[in-house]
Nanobody
Framework: QVQLVESGGGLVQAGGSLRLSCAAS????????MGWYRQAPGKQRELVAV???????TYKDSVKGRFTISRDNAKNTVYLQMNSLKPEDTAVYYC??????????????WGQGTLVTVSS
């Protein structure tokens, strides 16, 4: 019923920037919460950033000051602007949304993942 499509990953040198996008489609009434997770090889998936309906955002400590999460409600899209990238940011990044559908139902939906590789 609801699908997320991610884009924007790629290869970048340390200190560079990337902007990830994740667009939702389907029977959406509203998107309550949008977030980004990442999973590096051999590590657990971790929360990177989350933004709620009031545009209040929360970040993992290691990305504070470097990453910015934002949302465009008209486009059902969440973004992650990543600046000053470090090799330790290398991971598959997944977007996640808590969606209210029509008819009313709450769904947790995941994107397919996009690979970010930061070289040094």
């Amino acid at each position: 019923q609801v699908q997320l499509v991610e884009s924007g990953g790629g290869l970048v040198q340390a200190g560079g920037s990337l902007r990830l996008s994740c667009a939702a489609s389907g029977s959406i009434f509203t998107i309550n919460v949008m977030g980004w997770y990442r999973q590096a090889p051999g590590k657990q998936r971790e929360l990177v950033a989350v933004i709620d309906r009031d545009d209040k955002s929360t970040y993992k400590d290691s990305v504070k000051g470097r990453f910015t999460i934002s949302r465009d409600n008209a486009k059902n899209t969440v973004y992650l602007q990543m600046n000053s990238l470090k090799p330790e940011d290398t991971a598959v990044y997944y977007c996640n949304m808590i969606v209210t559908t029509t008819p009313v139902k709450y769904l947790e939906v995941w994107g397919q993942g996009t690979l970010v590789t930061v070289s040094s």
